[in-house]
């Protein structure tokens, strides 16, 4: 048995030059028994090797099948030849570890060899992290004496060496140093080093080893004999190990290159910071042993204490919060809320299928234990609507008869055909999927609320790991390189051209005048390609919580995020995937902001009160509306292609929405599906089904598939796939940009479609809709919930114009429209829009009485660029029965004088009867922050009186300008117009609009 107890991969950002994956894959084709990951400080790359080790494992076990059922694979061995080298059958066993960088200079490997040594392993880790920000760690060696080392194998390397420095002869007087070794004099480090070794061999004993680990220098005999030496003297075992950071020796240059990048240099000035060679790889047994000479005997001796790490990082038993509340068990609780919201959805009784289903959904929950899981995301929701925050849940099991119930969500039950056992069924095991959309101005309350409730060693936001893509490739490889700013910046504008499958790589390049045949230019495109894929850094999700019943922080290390208040842990939502740990995602939603501040204005003014859940229904003027395709500031529908189908489209139920919202994404488009649906829907082309079969999964989408559910059900019913084979392919086309391994699913597919006798035209389709669902996919659950927001913001749009343009202002930044085109559209529904006055304007954009028994839309002072909600405040507090002057508001409001300036600049003092440029000549007159104690009062008449300036008027082209640099948008005429009589002049008046454009090139 052999074993590599310290692998270094590249989740050690910018310093591991391969990834887990390739280190697993890599360990058991050299025939490696164990291995160990050992992150410095981290843990985070850990569950990608174990996830690779599991295929594998699949792999050998399919291997071996197959050749149990048909005999072997390939060709027979001639006689005579040896067995392949390859150790093909091979499985790795995966040692959970951590290389702790302490902050005495002592680096020791950690293995975790039981589950309490793993617990202990991630509170050492989260010490570390939660005392410093995010990204580094300050941990410590009294943070090991104080809390033990209960369950942990412990591998103490080497301490620093001196530099290089040419041999001199010793005096024959010298008297070695205190601390000095076999090796002479001790230095410094070193000494310190030894006092440290010698407090932790007699702490920990038995659990700490000494690391043999060559350095590929030319002294390693000599520099392990001196290992050993000191090993017997603080009584330590020694131990092999290459310490590798990569898994191949053709990562050497990869590995220089990251280093520059850590190190803010050019690989030209790297020095001793260079890898010396390309030998620091993962090693085979073999060549372990003769590296090792006569000590190999450490080789065999880590393969025991690899043996004796038994912890399987798959073996972590997660618990789910009980949610028990006042000693009612969390069944009984679950069906007592939603029962007690049947009666609230349905006050004059619940239709009897809806009863029934609601039945049979509680009875699937409670067999598969998910009642404490509803009940978190129930809970979380009544204190959201608690503190008047919309929110609205989506996902499989949240269109659900209990989810409704409990209002979780707002889309009734009965208008989708979903079946509840397609999301959690007994059969695949599978966790539910519950995502809750909250206002985005306000979702960070409900974080807040989930960290005081369950505590931050319970609960903690799911990590997004951060990949080279394109652009920051060629931007810090290119730098590491020494290419020119101007250079990467060229490399840059071609991206698409560089990282297509066209072969247009290097007439790219020339046509942007460089040399593709230049070698340092060709060696950066090589290592930009090399590193793409690669982790750079951690970051938070965008609202995956995972809550515990225990310490999360024996779960998993937790650190602090870059945002105050936030902590997150070292896996993302893959990897808490592959362990069957449950995660809950709180996000937001711009659109919900709106909702809810329309909701807010129309309560207000017109006393109507809703929700999601009351809006009139299935309202025909609505779909008029969006017929028209007017549908700019609707929810997802607001986009150009979207208004280019809503008119072919022409939605006349709910259900058509749904089918809206999922159409126009990149699966379907890229399957070649939405003109097929578009002719049937229409009546110009048949409805039919490529099989009875799939006529059940297809017969609501008229036999084209449309959504994620329909595509991934088509590679089990057509194509003949397992749930566990369609589960791959799920993940397989989740990581699909990132990895590329999709391509033995595409074979696999088409072969099961062709054996099943579907068309191979309509096979390809499919699959190239699965892959577009890779990138983008839009499951009908999803849909469904948009979709009620799609309806909520037209109904809003439709009979409110002016409340929707109002709400709509107040929740930027959103959408895909700005303000300008919001208010422009808002005027041609009729609506009056007002400018900001100093007079009448509040923070936000409100409703006022337009004077003829209707509401009017008066602009705020957050639509003005550098006014703060504060100022707003004080302006609109000191106000009181109106201002005079600009050095009325300063002397009242306390108004800085760059903030009256930036209001004069947006034509607010209007009202006072001060023009644009005189108002911003009074504030620029005042030169101090406030006014001086004695000028503070009214003088009586005993000031200075300064002459009047005489200012030029501005011309119209000027104040349209101005009003777009203070506010973005303008309530005069549009800028085109300024320019009509020239760009379409009136019959007769061709010559001059002739002489006006020549005039004005002339300018130019």
Same mark, same amino acid.
């Given at each position: 048995m052999t074993a590599e107890l310290s692998i270094t991969t590249n989740f050690t950002f910018l310093t591991g030059a391969s990834h887990p994956e390739e280190f697993a894959e890599r360990a058991a084709l050299e025939g490696l028994?164990?291995?160990?990951?050992a992150d410095e400080n981290a843990v985070a790359g850990i569950v990608r090797a174990h996830v690779q080790l599991k295929t594998i494992a699949r792999q050998v076990r399919e291997r071996t099948e197959a050749e149990a059922r048909d005999g072997p694979i390939g060709p027979p061995a001639p006689e005579g030849c040896a067995a392949p080298g390859l150790a093909i059958r091979n499985v790795p066993r995966l040692i959970p570890a951590a290389r702790l960088v302490l902050a005495e200079g002592v680096e020791i490997t950690a293995l975790a060899a039981t589950r309490a040594g793993w617990a202990r392993l991630c509170r050492l880790l989260t010490t570390g992290r939660r005392r410093t920000g995010k990204g580094a760690c300050d941990l410590r060696i009294d943070d090991l004496f104080d809390g033990g080392a209960e369950g942990l194998e412990?591998?103490?390397?080497?301490?620093?060496?001196?530099?290089?420095?040419?041999?001199?002869?010793?005096p024959r007087t010298a008297v070695p140093t205190e601390g000095a070794g076999a090796?002479?004099? %001790?230095?410094?480090?070193? !000494?310190?080093? *030894?006092?440290?070794?010698?407090? /932790?061999?007699?702490?920990?004993?038995?659990q700490m080893h000494l690391a043999l680990a060559p350095r590929y220098d030319g002294a390693d005999t000599a520099r392990f004999d001196r290992l050993a030496q000191i090993a017997a003297e603080l009584g330590l075992p020694t131990l092999a190990t290459a310490r590798p950071l990569m898994h191949h020796a053709r990562r050497r240059r990869l590995a220089d290159v990251m280093t520059a990048i850590r190190l803010g240099v050019t690989v030209d000035r790297l020095g001793r910071a260079a890898l010396v060679n390309a030998e620091q790889r993962l090693r085979a047994p073999w060549e372990m042993?003769?590296?090792?000479?006569?000590?190999?005997?450490?080789?065999?001796? %880590?393969?025991?204490?690899? !043996?004796?790490? *038994?912890?399987?990082?798959?073996? /972590?038993?997660?618990?789910?919060?009980?949610?028990?509340?006042?000693g009612e068990r969390p069944r009984d609780r679950l069906a007592r809320l939603a029962r007690e919201g049947l009666e609230w959805r349905y006050p004059g009784g619940a239709p009897d299928n809806v009863v029934r289903l609601l039945e049979h959904e509680l009875e699937l929950i409670a067999k598969l234990n998910y009642e404490p899981y509803f009940l978190t995301v129930r809970d979380i929701v009544a204190f959201a609507r608690e503190r008047g925050i919309l929110c609205q849940g989506r996902?499989?099991?949240?269109?659900?008869?209990?989810?409704?119930?409990?209002?979780?969500?707002s889309v009734s039950p009965e208008i989708g055909t979903m079946v509840f056992e397609r999301f959690v069924s007994e059969a695949r095991d599978e966790p539910p999927d519950i995502d809750v959309d909250f206002e985005h101005e306000r979702r960070e309350e409900v974080i807040q609320h989930i960290y005081e409730r369950y505590g931050r060693h319970r609960a903690g936001l799911c990590a997004t790991v951060i990949h080279y893509r394109g652009k920051r490739a060629i931007r810090e490889v290119g730098a590491a390189m020494g290419l020119s700013q101007d250079t990467i910046g060229a490399l840059s504008s071609q991206l698409w051209g560089f990282f297509s499958t066209n072969g247009l790589e290097e007439q790219r390049m020339r046509e942007i005048g460089l040399d593709p045949t230049d070698r340092r230019l060709r060696l950066t495109m090589d290592l930009i390609h090399e590193i793409v894929g690669f982790p750079r850094h951690l970051s938070q999700h965008v609202g995956g919580f995972v809550i515990t019943e225990g310490r999360l922080d024996e779960l998993v290390p937790v650190e602090n995020a870059a945002m105050e208040d936030r902590t997150v842990i070292c896996w993302d939502k893959d990897d808490i995937d592959a362990l069957g740990i449950l995660k809950v995602d709180v996000l937001s939603l711009?659109?919900?902001?709106?909702?809810?501040?329309?909701?807010?204005?129309?309560?207000?003014?017109?006393?109507?009160?809703?929700?999601?859940?009351?809006l009139p229904p299935e309202d025909p003027r609505v779909y008029d509306m969006l017929c028209r395709a007017d549908s700019i500031g609707v929810f997802q529908v607001e986009s150009r292609a979207q208004m280019n189908f809503l008119p072919r489209m022409r939605p006349r139920n709910f259900y058509d929405?749904?089918?809206?919202?999922?159409?126009?994404?990149?699966?379907?488009?890229?399957?070649?599906?939405?003109?097929p649906y578009l002719r049937r829907r229409n009546g110009e082309e048949d409805v039919s089904f490529p099989s009875d079969a799939l006529g059940q999964v297809l017969g609501k989408t008229l036999g084209v598939p449309l959504f994620q559910e329909q595509a991934m059900q088509i590679a089990i019913i057509g194509a003949g796939f397992t749930p566990d084979e369609a589960d791959r392919l799920r993940r397989a086309l989740a990581t699909f940009k990132k990895l590329g391994n999709v391509s033995e699913f595409r074979t696999r597919f088409l072969r099961g479609m062709a054996r099943n006798g579907y068309d191979a035209d309509f096979a390809e389709r499919c699959f190239s809709q699965i892959e577009g669902f890779g990138s983008y996919g839009f499951p009908e659950s999803h849909a469904a919930s948009f979709a009620l927001l799609?309806?909520?913001?037209?109904?809003?749009?439709?009979?409110?114009?002016?409340?929707?343009?109002?709400?709509?202002?107040?929740?930027?930044?959103?959408?895909?429209?700005?303000?300008?085109?919001?208010?422009?559209?808002?005027?041609?529904?009729?609506?009056?829009?007002?400018?900001?006055?100093?007079?009448?304007?509040?923070?936000?954009?409100?409703?006022?009485?337009?004077?003829?028994?209707?509401?009017?839309?008066?602009?705020?002072?957050?639509?003005?660029?550098?006014?703060?909600?504060?100022?707003?405040?004080?302006?609109?507090?000191?106000?009181?029965?109106?201002?005079?002057?600009?050095r009325d508001v300063w002397r009242r409001a306390g108004l800085a004088a760059g903030v009256l300036a930036r209001l004069a600049e947006a034509d607010v003092f209007a009202p006072l009867g001060l023009s644009r440029r005189e108002a911003l000549w009074e504030a620029r007159a005042l030169a101090a922050e406030k006014p001086l104690p004695l000028f503070s009062g009214d003088m009586e008449g005993e000031g200075i009186v300064e002459p009047a300036a005489h200012l030029p008027e501005m011309t119209e082209g000027e104040e349209i300008v101005e009003d777009f640099v203070a506010m973005r948008l303008t309530l005069r005429r549009h800028p085109v117009a300024l320019l009509r009589h020239i760009l379409t002049p009136e019959p007769g008046q061709e010559a001059d609009a002739r002489r006006a454009i020549a005039a004005a090139s002339g300018r130019g």
């Open positions: 028994d164990a291995i160990a990951v412990m591998i103490l390397h080497a301490p620093p060496e001196p530099p290089a420095r040419p041999a001199l002869p010793a090796g002479g004099d %001790a230095t410094a480090p070193e !000494a310190a080093w *030894r006092g440290h070794a010698r407090r /932790l061999a007699q702490a920990f004993g038995r042993r003769r590296l090792l000479g006569r000590h190999a005997a450490a080789l065999d001796r %880590a393969a025991r204490l690899a !043996a004796r790490c *038994r912890f399987d990082i798959a073996s /972590l038993r997660y618990e789910y919060p009980s949610e028990i509340a006042e996902g499989s099991a949240a269109n659900s008869v209990v989810c409704y119930c409990m209002g979780v969500t711009g659109m919900l902001t709106c909702i809810r501040k329309a909701f807010d204005l129309l309560k207000m003014h017109h006393r109507q009160e809703h929700t999601l859940a009351t929405l749904v089918i809206e919202v999922a159409i126009i994404r990149p699966g379907p488009i890229q399957g070649d599906m939405v003109h799609v309806y909520a913001s037209a109904w809003i749009k439709c009979h409110h114009p002016g409340i929707f343009a109002c709400a709509l202002l107040n929740a930027q930044p959103m959408g895909f429209y700005a303000p300008a085109q919001i208010v422009r559209d808002a005027r041609e529904h009729g609506v009056e829009i007002r400018p900001v006055a100093i007079d009448a304007s509040y923070w936000d954009n409100v409703m006022e009485p337009d004077g003829r028994g209707g509401l009017a839309v008066r602009l705020g002072f957050r639509q003005i660029k550098g006014v703060r909600e504060e100022d707003a405040a004080w302006l609109s507090a000191a106000r009181g029965n109106g201002y005079r002057s600009v």
